[in-house]
């Protein structure tokens, strides 16, 4: 069974930082491209951030360039979202998803969420 599970949402002030963590199980982590989405109440899902399957290439949302990270430790099967310099525009549900795409077959995954909330 494939398990994604976020982690380190909140409520935090402007200004301020977060870090999401996905935990991942049930798959073989470091064959994955992840990837960080987020959904704000009445809008569609967004992807925020991408890492590829051995972190060497990592792309990112112009809204969030140069203020989020995204990282991951393949031998802790873990993908992480460093959040710095959050404004109320970044308050969202925060996805994990995982994909590969392996002999024309496209398996992909969806974590829970995570909720962030950026206000005063």
């Known amino acids: 069974q494939v398990q994604l599970v976020e982690s380190g949402g909140g409520l935090v002030q402007p200004g301020g930082s977060l870090r999401l963590s996905c935990a991942a199980s049930?798959?073989?982590?470091?064959?994955?491209?992840m990837a960080w989405y987020r959904q704000a109440p009445g809008e569609e899902r967004e992807l925020v951030a991408a890492?590829?399957?051995?972190?060497?290439?990592?792309n990112y949302a112009e809204t969030v360039k140069g203020r989020f990270t995204i990282y991951r430790d393949n031998a802790k099967n873990t993908v992480y979202l460093q959040m710095n310099s959050l404004n109320p525009e970044d308050t969202a549900v925060y996805f994990c998803?995982?994909?590969?795409?392996?002999?024309?077959?496209?398996?992909?995954?969806w974590g829970q969420g995570a909720q962030v909330t950026v206000s005063s």
């Open positions: 998803n995982a994909v590969l795409v392996l002999l024309a077959h496209k398996y992909g995954y």
């Open positions: 890492i590829g399957s051995a972190g060497g290439s990592t």
């Open positions: 049930g798959i073989i982590f470091s064959l994955y491209d």
